[in-house]
């Protein structure tokens, strides 16, 4: 096993004529030493399923295949998704359990088998969003690290109160804890990105309740947040056709209505949509 620095990584992209592109997020590692960090966090060992999204050339590839049973790369860019099985042939004894997709992870609905772990550089401008579909559409995903810009993960792991939480906070709560996993430097990208990046970790818990109930709670905090320096009773005013009714609801869900929405933890968001009468 060899793993990729930054004269092979740049090595590969003159080879395939690429230029990294920004609509893509694409901002390639080229510290070894930050991949086995982070598939280290992450605690991959050889029962687990890993799941890679965004594998561009293959740094963190390698890394993980050295660790875990087997690896699902879920690579948009065709030239990156064809490159990358020979380039963990050259570099890795483990490369016949790589499997690479070519595929929008914004889109990724189903798998050619079931991961137990994520491990990801994530795309900054979709990792919220690419993060809650496969925590929704892979419920044997029980543990993961991602890299995410730094105010993302701020979002992500904040804990109610805290200017940072909000909807990023309140939805992958909905799945899983999720913590604060330590700080990147920009240095180990290529090119180097203008924004700071951090890791985030979480490992998977039981879900308040069904489908059903994650909607209708999805529904309560995306109003909520909308106009998050409202006292809920307001903020949910227009949900619920008023002041009055927004405020029966919190009270039969056991909610202060002067609180505001950064206040409530998950639990109490999935109360409040409990408590909602079956119109909404």
Not at 134 to 155: K, Y
Not at 164 to 192: H, I, N
Not at 224 to 238: G, T
Request: net charge neutral; proline share 5%; with cysteine.
């Amino acid at each position: 096993m060899s793993l990729l620095g930054a004269a092979r990584i740049r090595e590969l992209a003159a080879a395939l004529d690429l230029q990294p592109s920004k609509s893509l997020g694409q901002n390639f590692v080229i510290d070894s030493n930050i991949c086995t960090k982070i598939v280290r966090i992450a605690g991959v060992n050889k029962d687990d399923i890993a799941l890679e999204i965004g594998p561009g050339l293959g740094s963190l590839t390698l890394a993980l295949l050295n660790s875990a049973a087997s690896v699902v790369a879920v690579e948009i860019d065709h030239r990156l998704a064809t490159q990358l099985p020979l380039t963990a042939a050259e570099h890795s004894e483990y490369s016949q359990n790589l499997v690479v997709l070519r595929a929008d992870a914004l889109a990724l609905v189903e798998l050619p088998v079931q991961p137990t772990v994520l491990v990801a550089n994530l795309p900054y401008n979709v990792s919220v969003t690419v993060l809650l579909n496969l925590l929704e559409r892979f419920p044997t995903l029980r543990s993961g690290v991602v890299m995410v810009q730094a105010e993302v993960a701020d979002r992500l792991a904040a804990t109610s109160g805290s200017k940072e939480y909000g909807v990023p906070s309140l939805k992958a709560a909905w799945w899983a804890e999720v913590k604060a996993a330590g700080s990147v430097s920009r240095s180990v990208f290529w090119p180097v990105p203008n924004v700071d990046s951090k890791l985030v970790a979480f490992t998977r818990r039981a879900s308040p309740g069904d489908e059903a109930l994650r909607i209708k709670t999805f529904a309560v905090i995306d109003a909520a947040f909308a106009q998050r320096r409202k006292m809920l009773r307001s903020a949910l005013s227009s949900r619920y056709g008023s002041s009055s009714a927004a405020e029966e609801i919190l009270v039969r869900a056991g909610i202060d209505p002067t609180l505001r929405g950064e206040a409530l933890e998950i639990s109490s968001f999935s109360a409040i949509a409990l408590s909602q009468p079956d119109i909404f």
